[in-house]
């Protein structure tokens, strides 16, 4: 299974930009770079997710290195119900895996 | 309508007991999973199904088996529970095209073995 690193925490200020980054420099071809976060006593949550090109939704921008061996998860305001633990996946198209790394523990102060 | 759901939220049980978690989805989705969460906070996955068809079986020990009666339910029973069992347990479900798509997670069961 391909693996991720990420930074063990991150903080931030409430309505300001958030970029957590992930290293996955032994990714293949065909994964898939997934970002879920899990909210305090609540199950994982899909954040977003993408194979090559930059990504954007309602939630967040995941912006994916050219060579694809980095990602960045972009919270373009961070609020406090951000606060969350942030996991950065990579999903391969011959297992049926979401292999969770330790994540990203997010801090938002008001 | 709650898209993946588990029952009971909380189960606290003695040594040795046998139990069972029960997750059903309504998202019409064709694999389900379960998920493991220890006092780590690291999550792992326990097993895989599709279509009713066990996919993934990590190293689980034999006491936990999962049973699929249809595909929109995915449960998983304990016999001889352990102290170590206690955790959260998740359950998930996602579409076939399972790179491509996201997982829904239900909110997660919290076993106590006392």
């Known amino acids: 299974d391909a693996k991720t690193t990420q930074p063990n925490s991150m903080e931030s200020n409430e309505e300001e930009p958030v970029h957590l980054p992930c290293n996955h420099s032994t990714i293949s071809g065909t994964d898939y770079i997934h970002w879920y976060r899990q909210l305090p006593s609540q199950g994982p949550e899909y954040v977003i997710h993408?194979?090559?090109s930059n990504v954007n939704n309602r939630m967040a921008s995941l912006a994916i290195a050219e060579d694809r061996k980095s990602s960045t998860l972009i919270l373009h305001r961070a609020t406090l119900r951000d606060a969350a633990v942030y996991y950065c996946i990579l999903r391969d198209r011959d297992t049926d895996k979401l292999i969770f790394g330790t994540g990203t523990r997010l801090q938002v102060f008001p | 309508d709650t898209a993946v759901s588990q029952t009971p939220k909380y189960l606290v049980t003695q040594m040795g007991n046998d139990k069972s978690i029960k997750c059903e989805q309504n998202?019409?989705?064709?694999?389900m999973y379960w998920y493991k969460q220890d006092s780590k906070k690291f999550l792992k996955i326990m097993f895989s199904?599709?279509?009713?068809?066990?996919?993934i079986n990590e190293t689980v020990p034999n006491r936990f088996s999962p049973k699929s009666p249809d595909k929109a339910h995915l449960n998983l029973h304990i016999n001889s529970l352990e102290l170590g069992d206690s955790a959260v347990y998740f359950c998930a479900s996602s579409q076939e095209d399972r790179v491509n798509s996201e997982a829904f997670f239900g909110q997660g069961t919290r076993l106590t073995v006392v």
């Open positions: 998202l019409g989705h064709d694999t």
């Open positions: 993408g194979l090559t």
């Open positions: 199904y599709n279509n009713k068809e066990l996919i």
